[in-house]
């Protein structure tokens, strides 16, 4: 157990990357690179909403961060294809008008999806979102319209190519590097190269709700883990349809209920001992399980929030225990495989295995129980993947540098001074935040808008 120890320390030391001032600016122009993209989507036919609220999560959508199929995604590795990964939720349709009547259509869906109908919605709605809708008349004579996400999808690649293209056209200095717009499924996967630094952006449209939705509703009279830890409200602010569908499912039709925005809350109340185990070991999955495409990082990240509930607050809480939360989380998994059930969290009557085969899912166990027979060389193993994208990353940026590539901070120029707000502004920042890491990134082509970071936090 302690040599088990030592190695998922070791894996989290080199899985985690350091973000020094240079990475962290490229970080942001890359965030602002792609927050202005769309709001010139926007601007295209006004179909997004004006006043958009994006959730931003650390991480792509291969590596689990939001409940989505990874069949029809490239396969891209760090190292070789980016540095950095991160999903973008964009909301299409923002839901957030408690007055605004919504239908959730699930009668042809399976539990946990659902068809969305713009029947109660407004005119102009309606014949905003028009084309992209599929459209059922019914014998009354009434016409619904049914947001469809693989429409939505093929309007959102147009338009954000279409705008990537015209700004290529005229390219500003610092301007990230557009290396790769690719559609996966619904999703549409843009590479920037910023500086020396590659990132990943995974952009998703979706639909956002306030509330919660009923299907859920009984999730909320159980005892979990967070309990008093975060507040309710915290837990249920909002919730996503993400275009995705169930097995049996209509393609152009179904979406899936998402509660990625009640994850990034629920994770605060994780121990760092089992986000490090739970870490190493999607690292295991992850290359093992890969084919045939049964499990994804989704489900383990599910059985760890269901053994989070299960287990005793006191042993979550130890600090040494990595080894034991691994072993766990592999032996919950096999048991999930060997009964073809892993319940999602929040909506725990819906089985997120129910499609399994027998014969995938045993052929998925056998290989968990070669894991289990020998935890440590499986991590030795996703340890040196996790060096060898280190040095690829270490090499490509040295080629940057020596090559000169441009970066948002070589490209300052002495002649951009901010005025005395910035100082003032920052010291007002010093004075109200004691004893913390603060840092202010100029764009040297708008020095009237800096951004500041106070740890990790950005403003």
């Not at 309007?155 to 996966?184: A, C, D, H, T």
């Not at 999930?336 to 995938?360: A, G, R, W």
């Not at 991590?379 to 996790?386: D, N, S």
């Amino acid at each position: 157990m302690e040599d088990l120890n030592r190695l998922i320390q070791e894996f989290s030391k080199h899985d985690q990357r350091e973000y020094d001032d240079q990475r962290a600016l490229e970080i942001h122009t890359a965030k602002d690179f792609i927050f202005s993209m769309l709001g010139m989507v926007q601007k295209l036919d006004q179909k997004l909403p004006v006043a958009n609220e994006y959730l931003l999560l650390s991480g792509g959508v291969r590596e689990g961060v939001v409940d989505m199929d990874l069949d029809e995604l490239s396969v891209y590795a760090r190292g070789t294809d980016y540095d950095m990964d991160f999903t973008l939720l964009v909301p299409a349709l923002k839901l957030h008008d408690r007055n605004q009547p919504v239908t959730l259509d699930m009668r042809h869906s399976a539990l946990g999806h659902s068809w969305l109908s713009l029947r109660l919605f407004d005119e102009g709605t309606i014949n905003k979102w028009k084309d992209c809708c599929t459209i059922v008349d019914h014998i009354s004579g009434t016409t619904n319209y049914f947001f469809s996400p693989t429409l939505v999808a093929d309007w959102f690649y147009q338009s954000i190519s279409l705008v990537l293209l015209e700004v290529q056209k005229k390219p500003q200095r610092g301007m990230p590097r557009v290396e790769k717009v690719e559609r996966n499924g619904t999703i549409i996967s843009v590479i920037l190269g910023v500086g020396s630094s590659r990132m990943l952006y995974d952009i998703v449209p979706v639909v956002s709700f306030k509330g919660w939705p009923a299907v859920a509703q009984s999730w909320l009279m159980e005892n979990h883990f967070w309990d008093g830890k975060i507040t309710e409200e915290e837990v249920i602010s909002g919730f996503y349809l993400v275009p995705a569908c169930s097995y049996k499912g209509r393609k152009e039709n179904e979406w899936r209920l998402s509660f990625a925005r009640s994850e990034v809350q629920l994770k605060k109340c994780i121990s760092s001992s089992l986000m490090q185990a739970y870490q190493a070991c999607k690292a295991i999955i992850i290359k093992l399980l890969s084919r045939p495409k049964a499990i994804s990082p989704y489900h383990l990240r599910s059985i760890m929030l269901w053994a989070c509930d299960r287990l005793p607050a006191n042993y979550l809480a130890q600090d040494d225990f990595s080894a034991h939360f691994l072993l766990g989380l592999i032996d919950d998994l096999q048991h999930c495989l060997v009964n073809k059930m892993c319940p999602n969290y929040f909506i725990p009557q819906c089985n997120m295995l129910e499609h399994l085969s027998d014969e995938t899912a045993m052929l998925h166990a056998r290989k968990l129980s070669s894991v289990r027979s020998d935890p440590a060389e499986h991590l030795r193993t996703t340890i040196e993947h996790a060096k060898a994208a280190n040095r690829l990353t270490v090499e490509l940026q040295w080629r940057g540098s020596s090559n000169n590539l441009p970066s948002p901070q070589s490209d300052a120029g002495g002649e951009n001074q901010p005025d005395d707000r910035l100082a003032k502004k920052l010291q007002q920042l010093v004075t109200e935040n004691p004893g913390k890491s603060i840092s202010v990134f100029i764009n040297p082509d708008d020095v009237t808008r800096p951004h500041f970071r106070i740890d990790d936090k950005f403003f």
